[in-house]
């Protein structure tokens, strides 16, 4: 039966060597544009909210720029009014006359933290416990499987709003919330995956030269199955946005802060007055990520999954 770790591309006989999974993956990735374009954004976006995280950006993002709704500069061009070009003034301001502009700025700041902290939560716990419940079986099994059905029979919107009500608001309350939450299909993958290596020659290898259960599992089996972990991260980094935004839109998630759900809350109102700038440029930068992730996490399980090689 074929390693996952390797893939032979071409017999001995051909005089061909083999390549890592890792290795075909990354060629695969750079043949495939709309990842690579996806990549870009997504890494374009990491770096804008690691800029706002250190002030070098939008660190003045509560201060008065403007009259309030005044709109956005292009607008003004379009309705033939005299307006200068201004970055600040990119999509309008709001009622306090702050730049909207900023304020997206430091939602994607909110956005990729709460999406990178929920992903290594979600990770931590669901390739622990899904390899735990996978390699020994038995009673570890049954108890880790009883656990994660039951935990995942609860509506998830409600388990959320419950735990945001225990831990409170906040930003580390948000991704707490979603990383306790998001775990369950990561679990059931490295259970299945880790069922299907233990048994094979490469582990038998390890247990004959006396390797140790946590040396087999970690060392040997865990490196094998961890493209699933990969895929499941960026699924799991978009899905904790679109959350965060939904949290933040009922009133429990992000506080005293910039977010795509307040702008969002906030442009409920505002749409009756006829301005919709800080609707637009908060769905659009969540638009934009999100679809980056989608496009990048189904070049991710193509690329990395051995099951679709050659397909």
């Given at each position: 039966m074929e390693d996952v770790v390797t893939i032979t591309m071409k017999t001995k006989k051909q005089g061909t060597k083999s390549k890592s999974l890792w290795r075909h993956a990354f060629e695969s990735l750079k043949k495939n544009r709309m990842a690579m374009i996806s990549l870009s954004v997504v890494s374009f976006y990491m770096v804008v909210a690691l800029l706002s995280l250190s002030g070098v950006i939008a660190s003045d993002w509560?201060?008065?720029?403007?009259?309030?709704?005044?709109?956005?500069?292009?607008?003004?061009?379009?309705?033939?009014?005299?307006?200068?070009?201004?970055?600040?003034?990119?999509?309008?301001?709001?009622?306090?006359?702050?730049?909207?502009?900023?304020?997206?700025?430091?939602?994607?700041?909110?956005?990729?933290?709460?999406?990178?902290?929920?992903?290594?939560?979600?990770?931590?716990?669901?390739?622990?416990?899904?390899?735990?419940?996978?390699?020994?079986?038995?009673?570890?099994?049954?108890?880790?499987?009883?656990?994660?059905?039951?935990?995942?029979?609860?509506?998830?919107?409600?388990?959320?709003?419950?735990?945001?009500?225990?831990?409170?608001?906040?930003?580390?309350?948000?991704?707490?919330?979603?990383?306790?939450?998001?775990?369950?299909?990561?679990?059931?993958?490295?259970?299945?995956?880790?069922?299907?290596?233990?048994?094979?020659?490469?582990?038998?290898?390890?247990?004959?030269?006396?390797?140790?259960?946590?040396?087999?599992?970690?060392?040997?089996?865990?490196?094998?199955?961890?493209?699933?972990?990969?895929?499941?991260?960026?699924?799991?980094?978009?899905?904790?946005?679109?959350?965060?935004?939904?949290?933040?839109?009922?009133?429990?998630?992000?506080?005293?802060?910039?977010?795509?759900?307040?702008?969002?809350?906030?442009?409920?109102?505002?749409?009756?007055?006829?301005?919709?700038?800080?609707?637009?440029?908060?769905?659009?930068?969540?638009?934009?990520?999100?679809?980056?992730?989608?496009?990048?996490?189904?070049?991710?399980?193509?690329?990395?999954?051995?099951?679709?090689?050659?397909?």
């Open positions: 509560a201060k008065e720029v403007g009259s309030a709704y005044d709109a956005p500069f292009w607008v003004k061009w379009i309705n033939g009014e005299e307006a200068a070009f201004s970055m600040t003034h990119l999509f309008g301001t709001d009622i306090l006359g702050r730049s909207v502009f900023l304020k997206m700025i430091k939602g994607t700041e909110v956005a990729m933290l709460i999406g990178f902290a929920t992903g290594l939560i979600t990770m931590f716990i669901g390739v622990f416990l899904g390899a735990i419940a996978g390699y020994f079986g038995g009673k570890v099994d049954e108890g880790i499987v009883w656990f994660y059905t039951t935990f995942s029979s609860i509506p998830s919107i409600m388990l959320l709003m419950a735990i945001t009500f225990i831990l409170g608001k906040g930003i580390v309350a948000v991704f707490l919330a979603l990383g306790l939450t998001s775990w369950v299909s990561l679990c059931r993958l490295i259970r299945a995956d880790v069922i299907r290596h233990k048994n094979r020659e490469y582990v038998a290898a390890a247990f004959s030269v006396g390797a140790s259960h946590s040396r087999r599992l970690f060392i040997h089996i865990l490196p094998n199955v961890f493209h699933l972990v990969i895929i499941n991260f960026s699924l799991t980094f978009q899905m904790a946005i679109k959350s965060e935004v939904i949290l933040s839109y009922l009133g429990l998630g992000v506080q005293e802060r910039p977010s795509w759900g307040i702008m969002i809350d906030d442009a409920k109102l505002e749409l009756a007055r006829g301005v919709w700038w800080q609707l637009l440029a908060a769905t659009l930068g969540m638009f934009v990520i999100v679809l980056a992730f989608n496009i990048l996490g189904d070049a991710l399980r193509d690329a990395l999954d051995p099951k679709l090689k050659g397909k």
